[in-house]
């Protein structure tokens, strides 16, 4: 069965989180680890943590996924946004190491020159200070749409800055269906081709999560705007390839589409019914 889940907020805590999943269908979710614009993050409530713990083993859920907020600019040229992501993404990790197997997605960020070896430099040297050789927290590069300054356009950066990192078994990437159709990738079209050159770039074993969302604008169109499934250019046809797709299929999903939680159940059990076994 396809494991997919759907960005929740943490306003009901893990727990909630966890129940709000089982309720809606889902078998993973996805949550801000803070405030997505801002940097305030919630004191962590370890009795929740534990007793969500015991229920995700219970009921089979997870990995759930940690989205770093939108603030953080890894790839910034200015020291003190340096300092900014390193601080913020070190204790972001320390709180998603209480739930053991948990990802945590963030953005490369932006820079003058998206394509530059400097980006590279910059985004791994923070990989290299916030990563360490005991987490059981699993870091994920996501791929963008390459909008303007935005870094994580093309696999080659993120295959490079996974290159430049000391413990890459600490570190993958995240598939955003939306953002690599806006930046040029033909998933619909051409998917194994562009899973191809995902593994002969990155790697498909680097590969461990999927944020599955349909497009608002055509291919190449440079512009991240997600649809809800079905409705934009990937269309169900192009998510009957993903969901069956022998890279994919085993991989977790999580949506990301414009969506209440009522929607999400739809287009769970939607997906679902696209696939295979
Ligand atoms: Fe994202
Ligand atoms: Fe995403
Ligand atoms: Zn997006």
Redesign the pocket.
């Known amino acids: 069965m396809l494991n997919i889940g759907c960005h929740l907020s943490t306003t009901l805590g893990y727990m909630g989180m966890g129940k709000e999943a089982l309720r809606i269908g889902a078998t993973t979710f996805q949550f801000f680890t803070r405030n997505p614009r801002g940097a305030k993050a919630k004191a962590l409530d370890l009795d929740d943590v534990a007793i969500f713990n015991g229920f995700a083993r219970d009921h089979g859920l997870g990995p759930i996924m940690g989205h770093a907020s939108y603030t953080l600019n890894p790839a910034s040229r200015d020291a003190h946004k340096q300092d900014y992501a390193r601080e913020i993404m070190a204790d972001d990790i320390g709180r998603l190491e209480h739930t053991p197997g948990a990802l945590y997605n963030f953005h490369p960020g932006t820079h003058p020159e998206p394509l530059s070896e400097e980006v590279v430099g910059l985004v791994a040297d923070i990989l290299n200070t916030v990563l360490r050789s005991d987490q059981r927290t699993l870091v994920l590069l996501?791929t963008m749409s390459g909008q303007g300054s935005e870094v994580g356009g093309r696999f080659e950066t993120l295959a490079a800055i996974i290159d430049s990192v000391a413990h890459k078994d600490r570190l993958g990437v995240c598939l955003?269906t939306a953002?690599v159709f806006a930046a040029g990738y033909d998933i619909v079209n051409g998917l194994d081709g562009v899973l191809r050159q995902f593994d002969k770039t990155v790697g498909l074993k680097r590969l461990r999560a999927v944020?599955c969302?349909d497009a608002k604008f055509p291919l190449a169109s440079g512009k991240d705007r997600h649809a809800a499934i079905g409705e934009g250019h990937i269309g169900l046809d192009g998510f009957r390839g993903i969901v069956n797709h022998p890279a994919l299929k085993d991989l977790p999903f999580y949506l990301?589409t414009p969506n209440d939680n009522d929607g999400y159940s739809r287009e769970i059990a939607l997906l679902r019914g696209l696939k295979k076994d």
């Open positions: 996501e955003d953002h944020h969302n990301e």
